[in-house]
C-alpha cells in the first residue's frame, strides 16, 4: 500500500503534478480509505477493484490480503484468501470474522 502510494506520487512529480498541496491531497485522500476499510462497514468497488471485507480477513487470519486497496497483487502471489465468515467465538472485536 505505501509503496504504491509513494510510486504514485513520485509520478506525478514526474508528470509536474507534484507539489505540496498536491502531496497533503493525496495522502489525506490515502488516509480515508484506510480509515473507511478498516471499520466495521462493507465497502465495495466495481469489478472486484476493492472490497474491505477482503482486508479483514487479513485481521482475522493475518497471513493473506495484505494489500489493503485491492486483491491484484495478492491473487499474482498467491496470498489472497475468500472472504468467509467464522464461528463465533467471544465478544473480542474480530469475533465473527
Known amino acids: 500500500g505505501l509503496y504504491s502510494q509513494l510510486a504514485l506520487l513520485w509520478a506525478f512529480g514526474k508528470l509536474g503534478?507534484?507539489?505540496?498541496?498536491?502531496?497533503?491531497w493525496f495522502f489525506t485522500l490515502a488516509g480515508w480509505m484506510s480509515v473507511l476499510e478498516h471499520?466495521?462497514?462493507?465497502?465495495?468497488?466495481?469489478?472486484?477493484?476493492f472490497s474491505a471485507r477482503d482486508?479483514?480477513?487479513?485481521?482475522?487470519?493475518?497471513?493473506c490480503n495484505?494489500?489493503?486497496?485491492?486483491s491484484l497483487w495478492d491473487r499474482a502471489f498467491g496470498t489472497f484468501k475468500p472472504f468467509q465468515v467464522r464461528p463465533k467465538t467471544g465478544d473480542g472485536p474480530n469475533a465473527g470474522l
Open 17 to 24: 503534478l507534484g507539489s505540496l498541496p498536491a502531496s497533503l
Open 39 to 49: 471499520d466495521r462497514f462493507e465497502r465495495a468497488l466495481p469489478f472486484d477493484v
Open 55 to 63: 482486508h479483514h480477513m487479513h485481521h482475522a487470519f493475518v497471513k
Open 66 to 70: 495484505y494489500s489493503p486497496y485491492g
